[in-house]
């Protein structure tokens, strides 16, 4: 009889079903894009501060938008009268990385305006009153000797998307990867010295 017991136990053990939890991975890369630079002897500079990452959202049909600070260091000049900073895009096409032709088209905003490659868009005017935002402490400065520096964002997003020959009405046309490119905005500063 104990044998039987023992049997049955031994039978139960083997048809014994083991159920085990299902595992799932997946694996994303991030990438940076790298520069280092320093210049402290121009009369303008203009520092992005970060980089540009645009996701899709399935939800919204479309990407996100971003915020993209930069920071803004000028030389005085005493003999000036009046200041002024404009600036435009120079480039703003992403391409797909791989065979796809599709590009991305990156829109730059400043305050609720669009920059454009055409022509320069006023951010800071010392003479038409036009304080440049958070660069506002720039028109009072810009007579001083030495270098001072501010800090203020464009808005970026993508505007428009092309197959490669001409623009989709849907960004959910798009396949699915990676987009690369850059964003180049151009800065003009002006001291008027007469």
């Given at each position: ?160 998307a092309s197959d490669g020959t001409a623009p989709l009405t849907n960004m959910e046309e798009l396949p699915d990867g990676v987009w690369t490119g850059d964003v180049k905005v151009e800065f003009l500063a ?5």
């Amino acid at each position: 009889m104990k044998r039987t017991s023992l049997l049955l136990s031994v039978v139960a053990l083997t048809f014994s079903t083991f159920t085990y939890a299902a595992e799932h991975t997946a694996i994303s890369v991030a990438t940076w894009s790298a520069t280092a630079k320093k210049d402290t002897t121009s009369k303008l500079v203009v520092t992005p501060v970060g980089s540009l990452t645009f996701d899709y959202a399935a939800g919204l049909a479309g990407f996100n938008t971003q915020k993209g600070l930069f920071d803004v260091t000028i030389e005085g000049n005493a003999d000036a009268k009046d200041f002024s900073l404009e600036s435009k895009v120079l480039s703003s096409t992403l391409s797909f990385l791989g065979s796809d032709p599709s590009t991305l088209e990156v829109g730059v905003m400043w305050n609720g305006i669009a920059l454009d490659k055409a022509s320069y868009t006023t951010i800071l005017d010392t003479k038409k009153n036009i304080n440049g935002g958070n660069l506002f402490n720039l028109a009072s400065i810009y007579k001083t000797t030495g270098r001072s520096s501010a800090q203020e964002n464009f808005t970026f997003n993508i505007t428009s998307a092309s197959d490669g020959t001409a623009p989709l009405t849907n960004m959910e046309e798009l396949p699915d990867g990676v987009w690369t490119g850059d964003v180049k905005v151009e800065f003009l500063a002006t001291w008027t010295t007469a």
